[in-house]
């Protein structure tokens, strides 16, 4: 029903910033709340944070709290994470995901774009 698209992904040194974005299919964007998760080599995936949504509510993984924003702009089907101080432990493939479950948070999602490379040297 939805289709993500991850871009944004990239090599940069430790202390630097990126600018994920995830292009949505479909006009009901605004139905989903949104996440992003990660998954490094040899580990499990880990949910990053995720936004409701309006927009209007964020809620973020412990250590990525006051590094890490997500965002959204509804008219552009378009969900946005900013990493800034990044560290080599955030190194990871980065997955958007779309939950169509109601409540806040989701726990569950249904729709997973195909990730992003962050490679986050020292």
């Known amino acids: 029903q939805v289709q993500l698209v991850e871009s944004g992904g990239g090599l940069v040194q430790a202390g630097e910033s990126l600018r994920l974005s995830c292009a949505a299919s479909?006009?009901?964007?605004?139905?989903?709340?949104m996440g992003w998760f990660r998954q490094a080599p040899g580990k499990e995936r880990e949910f990053v944070g995720a936004?409701?949504?309006?927009?209007?509510?964020?809620y973020y993984e412990l250590s990525v709290r006051g590094r890490f924003t997500i965002s959204r702009d509804n008219a552009k089907n378009t969900v946005y994470l900013q990493m800034n101080s990044l560290k080599p432990d955030d190194t990871a493939v980065y997955y958007c995901?779309?939950?169509?479950?109601?409540?806040?948070?989701?726990?569950?999602?249904?729709?997973w774009g195909q990730g992003t490379q962050v490679t986050v040297s020292s």
């Open positions: 995901a779309a939950s169509g479950r109601a409540g806040w948070p989701a726990y569950e999602y249904d729709y």
């Open positions: 479909g006009r009901t964007f605004s139905s989903y709340t």
């Open positions: 936004v409701s949504r309006s927009g209007g509510s964020t």
